[in-house]
């Protein structure tokens, strides 16, 4: 079996994509992109399906590695927990 992509849920999208790009050298396909919550498109009832209804929203970016697999971060508008991770502490920034 061969994996296609995984899906990471961070606290600060930007930092993220900094972190994912400059230190483990992974290559953006697509930037910060803003999703809301809708039903006209197969995209949002997807992401309906997925996140449950009431996500209201997310920032999403695509990721790859330099042997394929994508790497999916996802930011979350609305939500009462957020994982922050303080990049600073790892030394790299």
């Known amino acids: 079996m061969k994996m296609n ?3 990471i849920m961070v606290g600060d ?3 993220a994509v900094e972190f994912y790009t400059k230190a483990l050298g992974l290559r953006i396909v ?5 999703v809301i919550e809708e039903r006209e498109s197969a995209i949002g009832r997807m ?3 997925v996140f449950g209804e009431g996500f209201k ?3 999403i970016a695509h990721l790859v590695t330099t042997d394929g697999i994508g790497v999916e971060l996802f930011e979350m508008k609305d939500r009462q927990e ?8 790892l030394g790299i920034f």
């Not at 697509?30 to 803003?34: G, H, V």
């Not at 957020?82 to 502490?89: A, I, L, P, T």
Request: aromatic fraction near 8%.
């Open 5 to 7: 992509h995984v899906g």
């Open 13 to 15: 999208m930007d930092k």
């Open 30 to 34: 697509m930037n910060n992109t803003k």
């Open 47 to 49: 992401c309906i399906a």
């Open 57 to 59: 929203g997310f920032n």
């Open 82 to 89: 957020r994982h922050e991770v303080d990049f600073s502490r």
